[in-house]
């Protein structure tokens, strides 16, 4: 008898033989033709290893153990090609224009028959069937239709793994993805601006993806949908880290990128929950996610260790450099994308809380990376500043981050997190409001930016007194501190914070210039926020709009 290895054709089952559960919902379900397709249903990890290293080219393992895969000639989301279904059942709750630009669903469905008929072109298809949501009451059970392993093994690490029996008892999926990313969408379909189509349907519970192999489209369409379907079930949704201290106390953190969201979650002295996306119930909070998401340019294993270790077997690494001989990545090398991205189970996080959830939150930060120098390294916020600033989401561009940029430029983000919402901000704001006053959170507005002027003449913040600020959140003593108001913005500044030198709390004492200088930059501030709210202004509630500053 010969010995045949793993995957030979040895005793593999005709396509007279009996299907599979799966295979036959595909069928009936999508059309996907299972007498021509090898489909493999939440294949393990080493599996789908080996099926990207023999299928797809360029795929290689890193020295750490990671899987290398490339994303070809999309290595970041494609925004301006997404789409919501315009259909009676969600018309009426979508928040239409810039970010949920309409589609008809006959185009809809054209995209879906062209990616389906893509899918039945592959010799072999991957299906992972996992969830979203940690927490039973309200997780949904996710389907990922793929042709590369590489976008499996991505879900298998982003969505909850189920156990044998979550997957025997699995039943019919909440939402499925078809993933067709290798093959294009039809420029001259009806509604569609480039070979690129991310759509969802919220009618069929189904999101097709064409002309785009990068995996964040995946991870963030679920986002979208959990933002759609946890405020209908008076759950909010919010795109945020979570960590919880020794007695419980669980922190939220909300920041666009470069205020420090995933640095400052990551604490030694507390639990990790999750770094990007949650949850809050009834109940408390809950991680959305079963993994993480990093950047990598320019990562350390003494910067950021946790990350740094948590690249492993199991991981992926999109569109790294790495040595040809050694396999060492070279996280400095931006040569593909300064996009380069590691995903990885959150059990490769030593301190992560498994599972992952927490009581109802004890302090809500709003992180910000104000360039311009006026705003306090803290403040304590009321309920309806703390929907301003929720709605507001603001942070700089700072020159050198992006090409052309010589002066700090405001960046406004609805919700820390407008490319992923589907209803208005004020829903969202409203909810978080009304969840603070009833379970008596704190809401502070940190600034991790530059302190006693603009970037380029002052200097940033140092990340040691942000955490000695963020230290005396968490042990209670600074909601007891004596305030003081801020005027313009009427924050509540405190007068003292341990190891942190008074001059700094105050950025009109710190402030390095003249301060006709200072009140100027102040108003000017002040002004670019009256001017971004102008965008909300017609669903904001009066508490939210007379929250923000007054020139």
Not at 325 to 343: G, I, K, P, Q, W
């Amino acid at each position: 008898m010969v010995g045949s290895r793993p995957g030979s054709p040895f005793g593999r089952p005709s396509s007279s033989a009996s299907h599979t559960k799966v295979e036959e919902e595909l069928h009936e379900y999508a059309g996907i033709d299972y007498d021509k397709v090898t489909i493999k249903r939440n294949p393990s990890v080493a599996v789908l290893y080996e099926e990207a290293l023999t299928y797809e080219e360029g795929t290689v393992i890193s020295s750490a153990g990671a899987l290398c895969a490339y994303s070809g000639k999309k290595t970041g989301r494609s925004p301006k090609d997404k789409r919501i279904v315009r259909e009676e059942t969600s018309e009426k709750d979508v928040w239409w224009g810039p970010v949920n630009t309409p589609l008809d669903e006959k185009v809809f469905l054209i995209n879906r028959e062209r990616a389906i008929d893509y899918l039945n072109t592959r010799p072999r298809l991957y299906v992972f069937d996992g969830f979203a949501g940690w927490d039973p009451k309200y997780r949904k059970k996710i389907r990922v239709v793929a042709s590369r392993a590489y976008h499996l093994l991505f879900m298998r690490n982003m969505l909850i793994r189920p156990t044998e029996e979550e997957l025997e008892n699995f039943g019919t999926p909440d939402f499925t993805i078809f993933n067709a990313g290798e093959f294009p969408a039809n420029r001259y379909t009806t509604g569609m601006t480039s070979t690129t189509s991310v759509s969802v349907n919220f009618k069929l519970n189904e999101m097709v993806i064409l002309g785009t192999q990068y995996a964040g489209e995946m991870k963030k369409g679920i986002f979208s949908v959990m933002h759609y379907l946890m405020p209908k079930a008076g759950v909010l949704s919010l795109h945020s880290s979570a960590n919880e201290g020794p007695d419980g106390d669980v922190s939220l953190f909300f920041g666009l990128s470069g205020t420090g969201k995933t640095t400052l979650s990551a604490d030694p002295k507390r639990a990790l929950i999750g770094d990007d996306e949650h949850c809050w119930s009834d109940s408390g909070v809950f991680n959305i996610e079963g993994g993480c998401y990093a950047k990598c340019i320019d990562l350390s294993g003494e910067k950021e260790p946790d990350i740094f270790n948590a690249i492993k077997f199991g991981s992926v690494l999109e569109n790294v450099v790495l040595d040809e001989e050694s396999r060492v990545v070279d996280y400095s090398d931006d040569f593909l994308t300064e996009n380069t991205r590691a995903s990885y189970p959150i059990y490769h996080i030593p301190n992560a809380k498994i599972p992952c959830m927490g009581g109802h939150p004890k302090n809500i930060i709003l992180l910000t990376c104000d360039a311009f120098g006026v705003l306090p390294p803290v403040s304590k916020l009321t309920a309806e500043q703390a929907m301003y600033h929720f709605i507001s989401g603001y942070t700089t561009k700072v020159p050198g981050t992006e090409d052309g940029i010589v002066e700090p430029q405001p960046t406004f983000s609805a919700c820390f997190g407008a490319p992923f919402l589907i209803l208005h901000p004020q829903r969202y704001a409203s909810m978080l409001a009304e969840k603070m006053s009833q379970h008596k959170a704190d809401a502070w507005l940190i600034n991790t930016g530059w302190i006693g002027g603009k970037a380029g003449v002052a200097k940033r913040c140092p990340l040691k007194y942000t955490r000695a600020i963020l230290d005396s959140i968490h042990s209670g003593e600074l909601a007891q501190a004596e305030f003081e108001n801020y005027d313009i913005f009427n924050l509540q500044v405190p007068k003292k914070v341990s190891n942190v030198p008074d001059e700094m709390l105050d950025p009109r004492k710190a402030w390095m210039g003249s301060a006709d200088e200072f009140s100027a930059s102040l108003k000017s501030v002040a002004s670019m926020f009256t001017e971004n709210f102008k965008t909300f202004a017609e669903g904001a509630t009066p508490e939210t709009l007379a929250a923000g500053p007054k020139i």
